[in-house]
C-alpha cells in the first residue's frame, strides 16, 4: 500500500465514526435563521451532511460549535436534534428563529429566552355527538411524556422543560441588536395560530409568550440526554398588532446567537438536576 | 490520478456513515403490551439503551431484527426511529398497534393496513379579531415539511407505504378477522368529538387515528426506508403485536 492508499483509508476509516464533538449544537428551522451563524463560524468551518440533514462545524468565540439546519416541525426537528447529539455530543443545546406572538406587548423583533418550553399540541376532546360541533376551549391538554435519563421512568412535566438557568442569565445579558430581550413561556405544535380567541386561551392556558414548531420538541429530547438546552425565539409576526410574517426577523435570533456564543465562559457539561 | 483519489476520498469523508449494521425489519409499537408477543419471539435478544430509548435486537423467525418502543406519541416515536436507523439499515419498519376509527364502518377487531399514512397534527386558522371565537371545523390542514437532499423542504401530505408488504398484509384476512387497506393518520390527540372526527376525515381521508404511525412514516420517508403499519380498530395491544409476528411469518 502506497502514501496516498495508506492516507485515502485512513480518512475513510475516520469517516465510519461519529464527528469530533462540538461544545454547542445551534438550530434553526430554516436557512434565513442559521445564515448569520454559519458567516460567524470561523474560517475551516466544514460542512456535514448526514442524510438529508446539513451541519456546519467550526469556532464560535472560544467554542466548537455545529450550525444544524433542522427544517420545520416535529418530523424534522426530532430528528436532527437525535443525529445532532449523537453526532456532536453537544454540551449545550440552542434552539433559535422565528415565533408569532402570544403575549400582547410583544412586537417585532423582540426575542424570547425560554424559562420553559411546552408541547401545548397534545390534548384529548372530550365527548360530543354528531351535530354539536367542535369546541377547542374544552380539550383537555396533556403534558409531553418521556423517560428520565437516569430512572427511566416516564416522567411529564407538566409546564414543559424548563431552559437551561446558566445559560438563560448569559442570554440575558446578551444584546439584541434590532429589538427587546425578554425571558419567557416558548409553546410548540404543528399550529398556526390567527385566531385571537385561541391565541389568548393559549397564552392564558399554558403560559405562553410565542408560538413556533420545534423549541419544546428539542427541550424534551436534550432533557432524555441531560443536555443543557435553552431556546430563543424572535417575534416575527404579531396577529395582535396585525403584523404578518416577517421573514427577515431570523436575523435578529441568528445575531443574537452569535452575540450569546461570544459572552459564552465554559459550561460544566450537564445540567444541575 | 492517486492525488484525485485522495481528494475524492477526503470529500466523502465529510458524509457520516448512515446504519451501519443492515437488519431486515424494525418492528415499532407504543408500548410494552403490544410488544409482549414480539419480544417474547425475539431470540438472542440483547438490549440497547439509547437516552429514553431502548431497543432491543434479535432474530425473529430467522430474520434480524430491531424492536423499539414508541411510547404511544409522536416525538418519542420519531425520536427511537431515527436511532434505530441511524444505527442500523432495516429493508423494512413495520409499526403496529390499536386505532381509533374515522371511518366509522371500521368494525371493533379489523385489522387496517396502512395504503399511505397522514400525519394529521398540523393546522392553520384564519385570522380572526378578539370576541369572534374558534371554529376549529373551519381550519385548513398544515401538512409535515420533509427535509430533502440539498436542503430543501417539501411539504408532504402523506406519506407512502410499501406496497409488496402491503399486498401479503392483505392476505392475511381470517374468517374472524377482517384485514382491510386504508388511510393510518396520526397526532397527539384524542379525538373523541364526532364532528371534529368527520373534518379531519375529509380533510386528510384518514381511516384511522393513532399517535404514532405516521410520524414514524414520516421520518422514514427521510431517509427512504420502506415502511407498512397495521392497526387493529378499538383492539387489544396483544392482538396487534401477534399479528405483527403473523405477517413476519409470511415476509421475506
Known amino acids: 500500500m502506497n502514501f496516498f492508499r495508506f492516507l485515502a483509508f485512513l480518512v475513510a476509516i475516520a469517516a465510519l465514526h461519529a464527528a469530533e464533538p462540538v461544545d454547542v449544537l445551534v438550530q434553526g428551522a430554516e436557512k434565513p435563521e442559521i445564515e448569520d451563524l454559519i458567516a460567524a463560524l470561523q474560517p475551516n468551518a466544514e460542512k456535514i451532511a448526514i442524510g438529508p440533514f446539513s451541519f456546519w462545524v467550526g469556532k464560535i468565540g472560544r467554542h466548537r460549535v455545529a450550525v444544524s439546519l433542522t427544517g420545520q416541525a416535529l418530523i424534522n426537528c426530532t430528528t436532527s436534534t437525535i443525529i445532532g447529539i449523537e453526532e456532536f455530543k453537544p454540551r449545550l443545546i440552542i434552539n433559535q428563529g422565528t415565533s408569532g406572538a402570544q403575549a400582547p406587548f410583544l412586537g417585532l423583533h423582540d426575542i424570547i429566552v425560554d424559562t420553559r418550553a411546552v408541547d401545548y399540541g397534545i390534548f384529548t376532546t372530550r365527548e360530543r355527538r354528531a351535530g354539536e360541533g367542535s369546541a377547542t376551549t374544552h380539550w383537555i391538554p396533556s403534558p409531553q411524556r418521556i423517560r428520565d435519563p437516569i430512572s427511566h421512568q416516564l416522567v411529564a412535566p407538566p409546564a414543559g422543560f424548563d431552559g437551561d438557568m446558566a445559560a438563560i442569565a448569559i442570554a440575558l445579558r446578551t444584546r439584541n441588536p434590532m429589538g427587546r430581550v425578554f425571558r419567557g413561556v416558548i409553546g410548540s405544535a404543528h399550529e398556526i395560530n390567527l ?64 452575540n450569546f456564543l461570544e459572552n459564552l465562559s465554559d459550561l460544566p457539561a450537564s445540567p444541575a438536576r | 490520478m492517486k492525488l484525485l483519489l485522495f481528494l475524492g476520498v ?17 418492528l415499532v409499537a407504543a408500548d410494552e403490551a403490544a410488544l409482549a408477543p414480539v419480544l417474547d419471539h425475539l431470540k438472542n435478544a440483547q438490549v440497547e439503551t439509547h437516552a429514553a430509548w431502548t431497543l432491543w435486537t434479535g432474530t425473529i423467525d430467522g430474520k434480524q431484527a430491531v424492536v423499539t418502543r414508541s ?31 374515522h371511518d366509522l364502518s371500521l368494525e371493533k377487531g379489523t385489522v387496517v393496513v396502512s395504503t399511505e399514512f397522514v400525519a394529521f397534527d398540523g393546522m392553520m386558522s384564519p385570522a380572526a379579531e378578539l370576541g369572534k371565537g374558534t371554529h376549529p371545523l373551519e381550519w385548513s390542514k398544515l401538512p409535515h415539511p420533509l427535509m430533502t437532499a440539498g436542503e430543501k423542504e417539501v411539504w408532504t401530505e402523506s406519506f407512502p407505504a410499501d406496497a409488496h408488504a402491503r399486498d401479503i398484509a392483505l392476505t392475511l384476512n381470517r374468517a374472524d378477522r377482517h384485514v382491510v387497506g386504508g388511510v393510518l393518520g396520526s397526532a397527539a390527540q384524542v379525538n373523541r368529538e364526532v364532528d371534529r372526527i368527520a373534518y379531519l376525515r375529509s380533510q386528510w381521508h384518514t381511516s384511522t387515528e393513532d399517535e404514532e404511525s405516521a410520524h414514524i412514516a414520516g421520518c422514514a420517508a427521510l431517509f427512504a426506508i ?6 387493529i380498530v378499538n383492539g387489544t395491544p396483544t392482538t396487534a403485536g401477534e399479528f405483527a409476528l403473523e405477517f413476519l411469518s409470511h415476509w421475506k
Open chain 1, 195 to 258: 385566531e385571537l380567541d385561541r391565541v389568548r386561551w393559549s397564552h392564558e392556558t399554558f403560559g405562553m409568550d410565542v408560538e413556533e414548531m420545534e423549541s419544546a420538541h428539542v427541550a424534551a429530547i436534550a432533557f432524555a440526554y441531560g443536555i443543557r438546552c435553552v431556546s430563543f425565539r424572535v417575534v416575527s409576526d404579531a396577529p395582535y398588532e396585525g403584523i404578518p410574517f416577517y421573514p427577515l426577523a431570523a436575523r435578529a435570533t441568528a445575531l443574537f446567537s452569535v
Open chain 2, 10 to 26: 477526503l470529500a466523502t469523508a465529510s458524509t457520516q456513515v448512515w446504519g451501519a449494521k443492515p437488519v431486515d425489519v424494525m
Open chain 2, 226 to 231: 420502506p415502511i407498512i403499519g397495521a392497526r
Open chain 2, 71 to 101: 411510547e404511544g406519541d409522536p416525538l418519542n416515536a420519531v425520536a427511537a426511529t431515527t436511532l434505530v436507523l441511524r444505527n442500523y439499515q432495516p429493508r423494512l419498519i413495520f409499526v403496529f398497534g390499536t386505532a381509533r376509527p
